[in-house]
């Protein structure tokens, strides 16, 4: 499959997809390249979050935010 035929997917069936490769991934971590930017966000954010500029959401509550915002 092509990426013009992944275009015309419906959202759903594109979901399905990535759902799969993302399974896919996880269950062969280790010839998953490192991303070296990847770990230098996760550093910035841990420092943000110990001096306490990031503002901590309850999952729960954060998926609801997430949601709204498209409906």
Same mark, same amino acid.
């Given at each position: 499959?092509?990426?013009? /035929?992944?275009?015309?997917?419906?959202?759903?069936?594109?979901?399905?997809?990535?759902?799969?490769?993302?399974?896919?991934?996880?269950?062969?971590? /280790?010839?998953?390249? =490192?991303?070296?930017?990847?770990?230098?966000?996760?550093?910035?954010?841990?420092?943000?979050?110990?001096?306490?500029?990031?503002?901590?959401?309850?999952?729960?509550?954060?998926?609801? /935010?997430?949601?709204? =915002?498209?409906?």
């Amino acid at each position: 499959m092509g990426m013009t /035929e992944l275009h015309k997917l419906p959202a759903t069936e594109k979901l399905k997809i990535i759902e799969a490769l993302w399974g896919d991934l996880v269950n062969d971590e /280790e010839t998953v390249p =490192q991303l070296f930017w990847h770990e230098t966000e996760l550093k910035e954010t841990e420092e943000n979050f110990l001096a306490g500029s990031i503002e901590i959401v309850d999952w729960h509550k954060a998926k609801k /935010e997430l949601r709204s =915002q498209f409906e």
